[in-house]
């Protein structure tokens, strides 16, 4: 598990590689990732939006920009967290991840970026 804190927001990722999804063949794979975002702070924050950095082991790299995640800009309370469970199909079956949250504090609306920490997209058929 991949983890990192910004500014009182704990970030932790977890990956799954999604063979039935998969088709190695045509240079198709496809993984899942849950994050939880945990507000260790003392103020509510909300996520508004999402920058992701997609790399494959062929040096290919994508760029991903939205608002919130999964369709949602989630308010996080002090002491709560918020998972969501997302997919990343790859060219490649090995890669990696990485972004930022752009989030805003409620008390004031102050805005403020939170890292994603980078993680590894890997079939399991190669760890070996």
């Known amino acids: ?12 990722v977890e990956t799954l590689y999604q063979p039935e999804y998969s ?9 899942a990732y849950k994050v939880s975002i945990e507000n260790m ?10 920058h992701w950095h997609i790399f ?3 040096g290919v ?6 608002e919130g ?11 709560n ?3 969501y469970v997302s997919g990343c199909n790859l060219k490649t079956d090995m890669g990696s991840m990485k972004g930022e949250y752009q989030m805003v504090r409620l008390l004031d609306n102050s805005a403020f970026e939170v890292q994603i920490p980078e993680f590894c997209l890997i079939a399991p ?3 070996n």
């Open 56 to 58: 494959d082991s062929n």
């Open 1 to 12: 598990m991949a983890t990192t804190i910004t500014e009182g927001v704990k970030v932790s």
């Open 23 to 31: 088709n190695p063949a045509n240079d198709h794979f496809m993984f």
């Open 125 to 127: 058929y190669r760890m």
């Open 41 to 50: 702070g003392n103020y509510a924050v909300q996520l508004i939006s999402r």
């Open 61 to 66: 790299k994508r760029e991903v920009e939205g």
């Open 69 to 79: 995640v999964v369709g949602q800009q989630p308010v996080i309370e002090p002491g």
């Open 81 to 83: 967290l918020h998972e």
